[in-house]
């Protein structure tokens, strides 16, 4: 019961203000682009993704940091 009602809240405030965690945000603004990507490696993305907890943009993003500097 407890978990369900901790995945109805959003907890950001509740962890802000008790001083447990810091808030870390890039200096460097983004700046949004697009894409076109078949629909296969999307799906891959996503399967990614959940594995590890995130969304599929924040894994795309991971992947490029990661990878850049080799091209």
């Known amino acids: 019961m407890q978990v369900r009602e901790l995945q109805k809240r959003d907890l950001g405030q509740d962890i802000a203000s008790s001083g447990s965690a810091t808030v ?6 983004q700046l949004p682009t697009s894409i076109l990507l078949d629909s296969a490696i999307i799906t891959k993305l ?3 993704a959940e594995a590890r907890g995130i969304g599929y943009q924040t894994m795309l993003k991971i992947i490029v940091h990661e990878h850049l500097n080799q091209y």
Do not use: L
Not at 24 to 29: C, N, S
């Open 46 to 48: 996503k399967k990614k």
């Open 24 to 29: 870390v945000r890039p200096k460097a603004r």
